[in-house]
């Protein structure tokens, strides 16, 4: 299973920040740069990962993860269409796919991923999106219909709503902007740690 706290950030100068706060699952989510700036990036999150004892994923940079040797590829729906999917496999890496709606959610589960992402949970400003908030009703008919496999909510989520994120079926809370925007990105870190170990 997943840890319950999935923190994602644009960057591995983050990591270094913030796995010190307890971390124990992050993404590495960066969408622009030429492949060796990008390789650089994954290689660096990989190590600081592995050093404090994390799970890392990277988003989108399936074939730079394999190279790497990563834990996770997260990828979204428009991904799946170039996505070598047996060559993840085959490399030993796990899959989590983003899904918002249940056309979305029929077409991650024919790859037999190890989790699913349901999105936004919440109005949420780190992107424009087509799909409106799902709330916490969309929340438990996703768990119902992907059994054991890890649900990952994510998109407006404060250490506020994850008790009744949980409690609506999930298994772990992602989030961007409620700790990279925060004034003390590390506290409100070690703040969703302390709050999601105690099974909130």
């Not at 590495?28 to 190590?47: M, Q, S, T």
Request: charged residues 25%.
């Amino acid at each position: 299973m997943l840890d319950p706290f999935y923190l994602i950030v644009d960057s591995a100068a983050w990591l270094r920040r913030l796995l010190p706060c307890g971390v124990k699952l992050a993404q590495l989510r960066v969408k622009e740069g030429e492949e060796a700036f990008l390789r650089g990036e994954i290689i660096a999150a990989r190590n600081l990962c592995k050093a404090a004892g994390a799970q890392l994923v990277v988003n989108d940079h399936w074939k730079l993860a394999i190279q790497t040797g990563c834990d996770y590829a997260h990828l979204g729906q428009e991904d799946l269409d170039s996505a070598d999917i047996p060559a993840i496999r085959k490399a030993g890496i796990k899959l989590g796919l983003s899904t918002h709606d249940e056309a979305e959610l029929d077409r991650a589960l024919s790859f037999d991923p190890d989790y699913v992402a349901l999105g936004p949970v919440y109005p949420t400003i780190l992107k424009q999106m087509r799909f409106g908030p799902q709330g916490l009703e969309r929340v438990t008919q996703w768990k119902k219909t992907i059994g054991k496999r890890a649900l990952v909510a994510i998109g407006g989520i404060t250490v506020e709503r994850a008790p009744g994120i949980f409690a609506a079926g999930a298994d772990c809370v992602s989030l961007v902007t409620d700790v990279s925007l925060n004034k003390d990105p590390e506290a409100r870190a070690r703040q969703w740690v302390a709050a999601t170990r105690a099974g909130a």
